[in-house]
């Protein structure tokens, strides 16, 4: 049954996280307008998935203020590290963009250490050095059909701190009295992320004059499928997830969730969108994987 809910969570984060995202990014959104419209309704469905879920397992509660102020924290950051990547996306390939932001995994690992008097390995260290690396072969300008700038890596960079700030939110809620609250907490998140990238939208449309296209005709059902896909993804994914760091070993699940992730991610972008690497960013592209993997500690 573990492995059966481990497949449909990697298949689900490759459609919903990498696929459909990536191809929502660069076909459909002409500006800032557009994604945060996009972002407010995915995490509108995925909070509204998550209701179903904690219902239908009598998880309904009502929550701890500190689970609602965490949350709304939270849920902020979730926006942002969503907002980020997609802007990565729209400017960079999807191959790459999926290995720096899989690396955030060592914001909550030295958090640990910090906070909980938590060890980091010597594998770990040495994952840290390889991510480094990875991160300073990403930009090469060199040949211009790879689709990498500075403006798509510090991106890619904002994407990578805010999805770390998500993990240590997520560690310092799972380590508090109020850990039984997760569903609650990620419910208000979600909630909180739609308010925030709507808010967004006022200022971007009222301020900057920028017009939503993708309400347009002949638009509108490509926002709706793709928010629909990437809202219950994201959701499952999440609730999947969270049962399944508690059900398996740390030693089979973290380095098969974000191995395969890249694995499959990096081939995605090179097949379904012909997205090419020079020679340094395929020899960084290997490290940040090599780099993910000792990161999870497997050794």
């Not at 592209?285 to 993910?292: F, H, K, Q, R, S």
Request: net charge positive; hydrophobic share 55%.
């Amino acid at each position: 049954m573990n492995a059966l809910l481990l497949a449909i969570s990697i298949i689900m984060n490759l459609i919903s996280y990498g696929i459909v995202r990536n191809e929502f990014c660069k076909k459909d959104v002409r500006n800032n307008s557009d994604l945060n419209i996009f972002n407010a309704l995915s995490s509108l469905i995925s909070m509204v998935t998550l209701i179903i879920i904690s219902a239908c397992t009598s998880s309904l509660a009502i929550p701890s203020l500190y689970t609602i102020l965490l949350g709304i924290v939270f849920g902020i950051s979730t926006a942002l590290c969503a907002i980020l990547n997609m802007k990565a996306l729209e400017n960079g390939p999807l191959s790459y963009t999926s290995v720096i932001i899989s690396c955030a995994m060592v914001i909550p690992a030295l958090s640990g250490m910090v906070l909980y008097n938590e060890t980091v390995s010597i594998w770990q260290a040495a994952g840290i050095i390889l991510m480094i690396a990875s991160f300073i072969c990403a930009v090469d300008n060199k040949d211009g059909s790879c689709g990498t700038s500075l403006r798509w890596f510090l991106f890619c960079l904002g994407a990578f701190l805010f999805s770390g700030a998500v993990g240590v939110m997520q560690k310092i809620h799972q380590n508090s009295f109020y850990k039984n609250e997760l569903g609650m907490f990620l419910i208000i998140a979600f909630g909180i992320s739609a308010v925030f990238s709507i808010i967004l939208t006022v200022y971007y449309r009222n301020m900057k004059g920028e017009k939503i296209c993708v309400f347009a005709k002949g638009e509108m059902h490509r926002l709706i499928f793709c928010s629909l896909i990437c809202g219950i993804g994201i959701a499952l994914c999440n609730q999947i997830n969270m049962y399944l760091s508690g059900a398996m070993d740390s030693i089979i699940f973290f380095p098969v969730v974000n191995g395969s992730s890249m694995i499959l991610t990096t081939a995605a972008g090179i097949l379904l969108w012909k997205e090419k690497l020079t020679k340094k960013q395929w020899f960084g592209l290997i490290m940040g994987g090599i780099a993910i993997l000792l990161l999870c500690n497997i050794f």
